[in-house]
């Protein structure tokens, strides 16, 4: 199966400071997507991006499927958005859904 | 539209006793996943159905986990006997598999069920 690579595994900012988290697989994938883990541990669907570019409010995603990789973007971050991001392909239909092992995002008021 | 829903929340079970998850996908969505995660590291694979085929169980440990989904609806996954080392939390997915489709492929997880083995 494919490889997923996140970066940075873990991340301190201050609210209101802007980030960028990279995900690099080592396949090409046709369904990737962005989640979010809550305290509580459940998964929340932050994008599906197999390409291109989405906006969503203070996030927004952008994947080079040529080049293998995806971008997530959070602007003016708040505490609420700590926790931890992962992304996550699928190389065809039939194949599992890989994850990478997260980037843990930490937002101090 | 409901969401995928599992049950229990929370399970603390001895080692070498028995225990079983149960998940009802999102209506109408073909694919069912169980995948484990382990604190501190990204969910892993462990069954995936389609309807109520396997389509990969080659992470299961068959030894001692087993997975049925009757009717390509809802499913359990057992455990049996349990060891130290499935303390984790156990998430079940679903997806509808639109082919050709961009928002019909997405993955929807349910809040899981955290088991510790003690």
């Known amino acids: 199966g494919i490889q997923v690579e996140q970066s940075p595994p873990d991340l301190i900012l201050q609210e209101g400071a802007n980030s960028t988290l990279r995900c690099n697989f080592s396949?090409?994938?046709?369904?990737l997507q962005w989640f979010h883990q809550n305290p509580w541990g459940q998964l929340i669907n932050l994008f599906y991006?197999?390409?291109g570019t989405k906006q969503n409010g203070r996030l927004s995603a952008t994947t080079v499927a040529t080049e293998r990789y995806s971008l997530l973007y959070i602007s003016s971050s708040q505490t609420t958005d700590s926790g931890v991001y992962f992304c996550?392909?699928?190389?065809?239909?039939?194949?599992?859904?890989?994850f990478g092992a997260g980037t843990r995002l930490t937002v101090k008021p | 539209e409901a969401g995928v829903a599992q049950s229990p929340r929370y399970k603390i079970i001895e080692k070498r006793q028995s225990v079983a998850f149960w998940c009802n996908p999102i209506?109408?969505?073909?694919?069912l996943y169980w995948y484990q995660q382990i604190l501190g590291q990204g969910p892993k694979l462990l069954i995936q159905?389609?309807?109520?085929?396997?389509?990969?169980d080659s992470q299961l440990p068959k030894d001692r986990f087993s997975a049925e989904r009757l009717k390509g609806v809802d499913s359990t996954l057992k455990i049996q006997p349990a060891k130290l080392e499935d303390s984790a939390v156990y998430l079940c997915?679903?997806?509808?598999?639109?082919?050709?489709?961009?928002?019909?492929?997405?993955?929807?997880f349910g809040e899981g069920s955290w088991l510790t083995v003690v």
């Open positions: 159905f389609q309807n109520n085929g396997v389509v990969d």
């Open positions: 209506s109408g969505h073909a694919t």
């Open positions: 996550a392909g699928v190389r065809d239909n039939n194949n599992d859904m890989r």
């Open positions: 991006i197999p390409s």
């Open positions: 997915a679903s997806r509808h598999l639109r082919t050709g489709g961009l928002a019909g492929n997405t993955i929807y």
């Open positions: 396949d090409s994938v046709n369904n």
